[in-house]
Every structure is written in C-alpha cells, then in structure tokens.
Nanobody, 124 residues
Framework: QVHLVESGGGLVQAGGSLRLSCAASGRTFSSYSMGWFRQAPGKEREFVAAISWDASNIYYADSVKGRFTISRGNAKNTVYLQMNSLKPEDTAVYFC?????????????????WGQGTQVTVST
C-alpha cells in the first residue's frame, strides 16, 4: 500500500513562489505516473499537472502553464510542484495522487491513491 504525504504549503503574497513536495512510501514509486490537483473552498477538485514515470510526458492545466513546474525525484520517491508567480486564485488545498495505470491524465477518477493535502494561501 502506498502512502502519499504532501508538504511545502503555506501563506505567500501574490507574485511569490512555493515548492510543494509529495513523498511516497510503501511501493515502487518510480514506475507510475503522478498528478497534482487542488481544491478551493466550495469548488470541485481540479487538475493541476501530471508527470509520467520517466518524466517524458508532462501535462499542465492551462491555468498554471508557464507558472508551475512538475518534476520527480524517483531515487527519493518524491514528486515536486514548483509554483511561481502565484495568484490569489491559486489558493486551495493541493493534493498529489498516483495512477497505477501509468497514464498522464487530468481526470480525478483515474487516480488511485491520494495524499491528505497541503494548504496554499496566496494573499493580495
């Protein structure tokens, strides 16, 4: 069984940066694709970015393209989300998830295990 633990969230001013980490344990992490999602209060969980097992395929939501970068350190069983030029509308709880089918997709239903989330708050 895989456990995912997100960290790195916090409070930042608009225009600032944060780097989120997702640490995985319990299974061979390096063979599977990973995704980042977020959920703002009163809204549905939405896709942010996804990365294939070997980082050869990366996919971003249009709302974060050019500002966020997803990467992974397989040796460390970790996936990262570097967030630059943050905006107040980026405020949400951010979740990482793993897809055992190794796709790179934006559908929450295709992911099998989720972390507990980390709060990101961007102030004006």
């Amino acid at each position: 069984q895989v456990h995912l633990v997100e960290s790195g969230g916090g409070l930042v001013q608009a225009g600032g940066s944060l780097r989120l980490s997702c640490a995985a344990s319990g299974r061979t992490f390096s063979s599977y694709s990973m995704g980042w999602f977020r959920q703002a209060p009163g809204k549905e969980r939405e896709f942010v970015a996804a990365i294939s097992w070997d980082a050869s395929n990366i996919y971003y939501a249009d709302s974060v393209k050019g500002r966020f970068t997803i990467s992974r350190g397989n040796a460390k069983n970790t996936v990262y989300l570097q967030m630059n030029s943050l905006k107040p509308e980026d405020t949400a709880v951010y979740f990482c998830a793993v897809d055992w089918a190794n796709r790179v997709v934006d559908d929450t239903r295709q992911y099998h295990v989720w972390g507990q989330g980390t709060q990101v708050t961007v102030s004006t």
